[in-house]
């Protein structure tokens, strides 16, 4: 069957966040459903003592998990009959919504030890935690299968599902499934209870890494007959500008008593919906068994995906039992060719350097708890800079940031937390593999990240069975490590198919490699830890600031430096810098006060350092010149002070108050800077390319604080509960400009249908709530994180602040 193939568009969607292999609807008896099972949760913090009450003649004895906290007696697991809820204490519960962090609201501790090194937890102390959620399950789900699965809880995690012990998972950072269908009461038979203890007194990284259930968690209904969990795997082996050949391989699961003959129907559609291609087949299942079905189909004319034309096809699966529906499927998938390469990346067959960044998930206000918005506005920041490419340092991200760099073009390195062959490892690692595999934006898989085994025999043996186990997993990816040491002629290196580089532009060690080893595919997994606190141009110990005018650290290079080596060695694949954004935990080079880093290019609210402009000059091809620091030193009148500049223009120009005071060209890649005398009024930068004037940068010196401004990046939400719009609050003088010093208290009141759900400034030493209806003003700006409830209307949210005229936005929620 050869169709019309209708011509596809790009296909992005950035307001609905979609897994890559999501369930659709079938029919409404057959129904599969993804119920998100986010909301009305109730919270416990601390340790409670749990008994286990067994009754007999009742589903066996263990019944239920309603946790009775009474002050000064233990905690039990009750057992309750049918819709009466066992006595508990709600005032010792606390009642939330999913996604949740409770660290986030922890006060501050002034101990190094707290985490896996110095500091390294950002001064919060870790502990542990309960969730608890009442639930019902409709008599005509009776028959099904019902699952829940843990998109991520940090960490350690046990569930009891009425009271049965459902399993343990250590993991923080990959999801945890349980099959509920024989422990669920359904109808009349009563309520169900979740109940979910989270350990996280141990740790997995040296940064912030949360508490609790800090991603979604998804309950699940399907026929017996279903496919199975991750159960398809959609690949591109043969693509040309006519035709792409894809390949579905579908498993499809029988859990009935009796043999099952199904027809499996493939449709592959374009984004539009338009079925370009229907494949079918027939196939015997034996009771309580598992079958993969291998399909082949075609695509006409592909619209290849890539960061610049984020094209997304579909395989729309459907599971009939003689003749009747019995379940639904949809994988999401693109057509693009990747090739690593002793000379360097290759996108769609085309040298394509990969522009990247290496990324923690937390961000202001929130912690590691971010909605989904709050990922696809860091992708945008980042996009913006001209950045194409995203390292999940140094663990397996939440799904929902990967749907977004399918639909929004960024390319992936994903990678697993831990170098380990043992059998949770490798079972961690699988699951990572199977969830992820479909996602055109992953483009490599990254075993490890800096382990001390790096290069020696025993590393080796434990890398060469990881990759074994990836390479039977999916064979259209390369892996590789993140090395920071042991880079040799066989052994380690040899293990993965594409050679890491953690800092080796000191010493020039990839130079060095390659001209021993002129085949190896090599890629600098991490660049240019360069430190730096937005604003702060002068070194601050006391305070915890780093200036921006820093010669960075002994490991890392220059802002924009490393991209010069990308351009002069391009066999180099690209480069992931040490990082987008600054995270909490892992202060460098001081520790307290501070309680984040300073590595960012963006600060923890996105608000970009002066290091930012290097990346955007060298990254996008918009004329570009930027100077700092800011032109406001009372008292240095007169006085030399020293400007640095970024720019993707040949020449440069100053000026001071309309006085040139220097013209000269610039070498590529590379800072300007020179000493000029201080004078109040204005600084003028322009930039030259062939002589004419393409860009230019004015900045000027303010006088007091007068007033607030409100920029919210949207004016209208959905009545969701769950969408969120993020307000940058800027302190100005009386003529608009930014005081770039101001430090004023700003408060914020709220109505209508929405809430705060976090604030920030950048300010890697603040001590201040993220929960919290105020927030100073750090170098003139803060942030305010507003979430829209269920209902219409709007949300007025207002600043202000007692020396200042303040500013009102309204969001309209529909």
Known sequence: MKPYIPKVTIFLRLALVLCACIPLTGTAQYRRSRENFDNHWQFHKGDIAIKQAVKAGKQGGLTDANVKVVEGEEA??????????????PSDWTNVNLPHDWLIEEPFVHDDNIGSQPAGNGYRSPGIGFYRKEFEVSEADLGRKITIEFDGIFRNSTVWVNGHLMGNYPSGYLPSYYDLTTVLRYGKEGKNVILVKVDATDYEGWWYEGCGIYRHVWLSKTDRLHVARFGTFVTTPSVSDNEAVVSVKTTIQNEYKEAKTITLVSKLVDSKGAVLNTQTVLQSIAPFDQVEIAQTGTISQPQRWSPETPTLYKILTEVS???????????????RTIAL??????????????????????????????????NAYRLKLLKEMGSNGYRTAHHPPTPELLDLCDQMGMLVMDENRLLTS????????????????????????????????EGNVTGTRILEKMVETARKIDTTRPTTAAMNHGWNDGGYSDAVDVVGYNYGQRGMQYVKDHEKFPQRKMIVS?????????????DNKQKGYVSNFGMGLSWGLQPGQDWKHIVQYPYLSGTFVWSGFDYRGEPTPYRWPCVSS?????????????GYYAYKAAWTDTPLVHVFPHWNWPGKEGKPMKMRGYTNCDEVEWLVNGKRVLKRKVEPFEYFESDVVYQ????????????????????????????????????????????VAIINIAIRDAKGRVVPTASNLVRFSISGPGRIIGTGNGDPSSH???????????????????????????????????????????????
């Not at 529906?325 to 949809?330: F, G, H, V």
């Not at 522009?355 to 989904?372: E, I, R, S, W, Y």
């Not at 300073?598 to 608000?607: A, K, N, S, V």
């Open 680 to 723: 109040p009024g204005q600084f003028e930068a322009r930039g030259y390319k062939g002589g004419k004037l393409v860009a230019r940068e004015l900045i000027q010196t303010t006088t007091a604080p007068a007033h607030l401004t409100l920029s919210p990046d949207v004016t209208s939400l959905k009545a969701d509960g769950t969408d």
């Open 768 to 814: 201040e709530p993220d929960k919290a209806s105020q927030r100073m003003a750090f170098n003139g700006y803060c942030q305010v994180l507003v979430q829209s409830d269920q209902s219409v209307g709007d949300i007025r949210l207002r600043a202000t602040s007692e020396t200042l005229k303040g500013a009102e936005v309204i969001l309209h929620v529909h």
């Open 422 to 453: 043992t059998h949770d490892g490798l079972q961690e690692l699988k699951t990572l593999l199977y969830r992820d595999r479909n996602h055109p934006c992953i483009f490599m898989w990254s075993l490890e990240n800096e382990e001390s085994l």
């Open 341 to 374: 390469t002793a000379e360097g990346f290759f996108l769609n067959g085309k040298r394509y350097p990969i522009k990247g960044t290496a990324n923690h998930q937390d961000f202001a206000g929130v912690g590691v708890a971010l909605p989904d918005k709050l």
């Open 321 to 335: 039992d003689n003749g009747k529906l019995a379940d639904t499927y949809e994988t999401t998938f693109g057509v």
């Open 526 to 538: 991490e660049s240019t830890s360069y430190v730096a606190t937005r604003g702060e141009h002068e």
């Open 76 to 89: 039990i697991i009750a057992y309750t009959d049918k819709n009466k809820v066992a006595d508990y204490k």
């Open 598 to 610: 300073h590595f960012g290019i963006m600060d923890l609210c996105g608000f970009p350092k002066d």
